[in-house]
């Protein structure tokens, strides 16, 4: 998916990772070939946290107490996580002049599933109670 001579921050939208089978997976797949990963969202800090707990990951970035326009200036402009590209996945198609705004690639997660070969949710989501306690 990536040129070597590239590297690359991937920021996934919380709400795009949920929208896959196995982000599990996913990450796995996108650590081999991305220099920077982490997850922006308007959930709090604490509920993304414990995600990416779920996703066997820690993230490079979470989005702290900002939208996730705000954060994705905040990763862009952050020298530890400088790279040539800066690639934003998400599930929310009015994120897209944001991202682009700043400088990010935009990504819908169909169009990303398709190129990298992974599967998306293909009935209902899980039971909602379960996929948000509150609890970290």
Same mark, same amino acid.
């Given at each position: 998916?990536?040129?070597?001579?590239?590297?690359?921050? &991937?920021?996934?939208?919380?709400?795009?990772? =949920?929208?896959? $089978? /196995?982000?599990?997976?996913? %990450? *796995?797949?996108?650590?081999?070939?991305?220099?920077?990963?982490?997850?922006?969202?308007?959930?709090?800090?604490?509920?993304?946290?414990?995600?990416?707990?779920?996703?066997?990951?820690?993230?490079?970035?979470?989005?702290?107490?900002?939208?996730?326009?705000?954060? &994705?200036?905040?990763?862009?402009?952050?020298? =530890?996580?400088? $790279? /040539?590209?800066?690639?934003? %996945? *998400?599930?929310?198609?009015?994120?897209?002049?944001?991202?682009?705004?700043?400088?990010?690639?935009?990504?819908?997660?169909?169009?990303?599933?398709?190129?990298?070969?992974?599967?998306?949710?293909?009935?209902?989501?899980?039971?909602?109670?379960?996929?948000?306690?509150?609890?970290?």
């Amino acid at each position: 998916m990536a040129d070597d001579a590239d590297t690359i921050t &991937l920021a996934f939208e919380l709400a795009a990772l =949920e929208r896959l $089978a /196995d982000p599990s997976g996913v %990450v *796995s797949d996108t650590q081999r070939w991305t220099n920077h990963l982490g997850i922006v969202s308007d959930e709090p800090s604490y509920l993304v946290r414990k995600r990416a707990r779920d996703y066997g990951f820690t993230p490079d970035f979470l989005p702290g107490p900002r939208t996730r326009s705000e954060s &994705l200036v905040k990763v862009k402009n952050q020298p =530890e996580h400088a $790279a /040539d590209r800066y690639i934003y %996945v *998400s599930a929310d198609e009015a994120m897209r002049a944001a991202a682009e705004e700043h400088g990010w690639e935009f990504r819908p997660v169909e169009e990303a599933a398709e190129t990298a070969g992974w599967r998306l949710h293909s009935g209902a989501m899980e039971d909602e109670s379960d996929q948000h306690t509150g609890w970290p």
